[in-house]
């Protein structure tokens, strides 16, 4: 199975150049069982990443584009009356998929971006009093601008605490800029799409062996350990939940299978740290978006806190 996931991860590499960080990160959040925010400016390849992780995956795939008109309804569905049959009839929304793209989720507002809150925290959808059951596994990756871009609003905290990680792109140097002129320009006019790599059911099965991977309890003080450090940083206004907590037992779990590790060890912790605090230090001064901030802050506590 881990060859299967390699090639997936080959795959995102290749077709966004410069992302092996973002493509690692991406993978381990669907291991994890996690949904994913992906951060950055304009073109480049937000959008395609996401996608391309989609269509690698034989499983059904919907794409929201978060415009300031959407409306809730048009996430989760709505009840439309037949007038022959006299009952309501309902008609699911995208998020009755495996995948769900969020496309530049802070374009729209607050009200409607809550609309994700019982999908990503229970996966069922409650529409006219009737819950629904979403399909398993159910992921969301969200694409957002950075913050404070014009047109943008900023996503409310309990919305951030419900994606298990953050990747954060950013433009490459300019060797890799040229090797992606060259790529299209050998592309030509005509691209085939590629098959899947993995099944649903692959996806499943992963998952259960990332949740099967060992955590001792030095381990769990560790994580622990590094979100109290965290919580007592002064430019953060508000505490994290005990959801970052298990969001780095359960990315360090993936992380570890990966590598094919027979238990979580604090390397692994470290490697997904930062991805699963960043974006919940919400800081004061953040003017260009949380992530350059942030990781220095998760870097310091990373060297301050004991490694068991």
Request: aromatic share 6%; net charge negative; glycine share 6%.
């Amino acid at each position: 199975m881990r060859e299967k996931i390699q090639a997936l991860n080959s795959r995102l590499v290749s077709t966004v150049l410069g992302s092996d960080d973002a493509s690692w990160h991406l993978i381990v959040a669907i291991l994890a069982g996690g949904h994913v925010l992906i951060q950055g400016p304009p073109g480049i390849g937000k959008t395609t990443l996401a996608s391309t992780l989609a269509r690698s995956i034989d499983a059904s795939f919907k794409r929201i584009q978060f415009t300031p008109d959407l409306l809730p309804s048009d996430i989760t569905g709505y009840s439309i009356f037949h007038q022959g049959t006299g009952k309501f009839e309902f008609i699911p929304g995208p998020v009755f998929s495996h995948i769900v793209l969020a496309d530049e989720i802070n374009r729209t507002s607050p009200r409607i971006q809550s609309a994700l809150f019982e999908c990503m925290s229970e996966q069922q959808v409650t529409v006219d009093g009737v819950t629904r059951p979403l399909l398993s596994p159910f992921m969301v990756i969200a694409t957002q601008n950075n913050l404070f871009d014009t047109g943008t609003f900023p996503l409310p905290e309990p919305q951030l605490d419900r994606f298990l990680l953050t990747v954060t792109m950013d433009l490459p140097d300019m060797e890799t800029q040229a090797k992606l002129l060259q790529l299209h320009a050998a592309k030509g006019i005509s691209q085939s799409e590629e098959p899947p790599i993995l099944h649903v059911d692959d996806i499943t099965a992963c998952q259960q062996l990332c949740l099967a991977i060992p955590v001792n309890d030095r381990i769990c003080r560790y994580i622990t350990s590094i979100c109290e450090a965290a919580r007592k940083i002064d430019g953060g206004r508000s505490a994290l939940s005990a959801r970052a907590s298990i969001s780095i037992m359960r990315a360090a779990q993936a992380a570890a299978w990966l590598e094919n590790a027979k238990a979580v060890y604090p390397d692994h912790v470290k490697a997904v740290a930062e991805a699963v605090l960043s974006h919940r230090l919400v800081l004061r001064d953040s003017r260009h978006g949380q992530s350059s901030d942030a990781s220095s802050i998760i870097t310091g506590i990373l060297a301050s806190v004991p490694v068991p």
